[in-house]
């Protein structure tokens, strides 16, 4: 899926109309809702490479938890 696609411009309505009633919710399912919207786009451009963004998904939040945890013990 690239950014001038037709498949585009049918998910990128799709999902704000979902990020916005998630919102009522609470931030961490927007969160989520977010990653899994890219991990989406991403998937559907090249399958190949999802894995990337889901390693770069957990190191950047394991990381963000460690410096969060340390700020704690402060």
């Known amino acids: 899926m690239l950014f001038n696609s037709i498949d ?3 998910f990128l309505p799709i999902f704000f109309v ?3 009633l998630t919102s009522k919710f609470n931030v961490k399912a927007q969160n989520l809702l977010v990653v899994l919207a890219s991990y989406t786009f991403y998937g559907c451009w090249d399958w190949r490479f999802l894995f990337l963004i889901i390693f770069s998904t957990i190191i950047d939040y394991s990381i963000g938890l460690k410096i969060y945890n340390e700020q704690l013990l402060k």
């Open 8 to 10: 585009f411009a049918i």
């Open 18 to 20: 979902i990020y916005w």
